[in-house]
């Protein structure tokens, strides 16, 4: 089997993929700074125990990551665990994706990592949203180019935000209120998180048609996503594993 990892600022994404690139688990834990090599390898194998796999179940790994300082950690753990050579999605690996950004390298490996998934599984042209810390947007035209995109504040840090600059509203949990008219203080921050949330997609994703002129394919993942894109008047397909399946594209594509 094929381990992926994407390494986030929130979140640590793992998955499996078979020998026919089916994705055969999917798990998402909380990104920790300090954890050791050790630590992180003792979770990656109950995570594949807790799924029904065992170590000697895994034979290749890639990885991609926006956190530096966690990336060597993990590498470190899943060669001590499975005694096996790391890909890492970034400069120097083949992706496919024709990037026409005015600087490729600025290209975060996480979004590429979704384009690479999301041109290879929905029709083009397509918008793809990511919500992890900050919720990104890129853009794919017909040609299958990379033609750019958004970033914005992510729904948990803008909440931290909130808070944190506020003397009297409290920290929440983000659960869909029963109504988009909150009667108490709680529901209404729920309720503006979410619904503002939904309604910037829906939004985001009518301006980019209409700059590109016709309609497009809206994918959406991340740990956020499962909440909000419900909420969404637009269609928009949810593929919570999409970073799982780009990781496993992307190393079909380099394995010698």
């Known amino acids: 089997m094929l381990l992926a990892v ?5 979140n640590i994404v793992f998955g499996c993929a078979d020998e026919d690139d089916k994705i055969v688990f999917f798990e998402r834990i909380s990104t920790n700074h300090n954890a050791t090599t050790a630590e992180y390898a003792v979770l990656i194998k109950t995570l594949l125990e807790m799924n029904g796999y065992k170590v000697d179940d895994v034979s290749d790994a890639i990885l991609s990551s926006v956190v530096p300082s966690v ?6 753990a899943i060669k001590k665990l499975f005694h096996t050579d790391v890909m890492i999605a970034g400069p120097g690996v083949k992706t496919g994706l024709n990037i026409l950004i005015d600087n490729p390298a600025q290209l975060g490996s996480d979004q590429a990592v979704d384009a690479v998934a999301a041109i290879n599984e929905y029709p083009v042209p397509l918008i793809v ?14 040609n299958k180019c990379y033609l750019g995109g958004l970033i914005m504040t992510g729904m948990g840090v803008a909440a931290d935000a909130l808070i944190a600059r506020t003397a009297q509203l409290p920290k929440i949990n983000f659960e869909v209120p029963a109504k988009v008219i909150g009667t108490n203080t709680i529901d209404c921050l729920k309720s503006g998180m979410l619904y503002s949330n939904a309604c910037a997609l829906d939004g985001i994703a009518d301006r980019i048609e209409e700059e590109l002129g016709e309609k497009c394919t809206v994918v959406a993942t991340g740990g956020l996503a499962e909440l909000v894109v419900p909420l969404c008047r637009r269609d928009i397909i949810l593929d919570s594993s999409l970073l799982i399946k780009g990781l496993t594209i992307i190393y079909r594509k380099n394995k010698k």
């Open 6 to 10: 994407d390494i986030g600022n929130t």
């Open 71 to 76: 990336t060597t950690t993990v590498v470190q």
């Open 129 to 142: 949203i990511d919500m992890g810390t900050a919720t990104t947007v890129s853009v794919i035209d017909r």
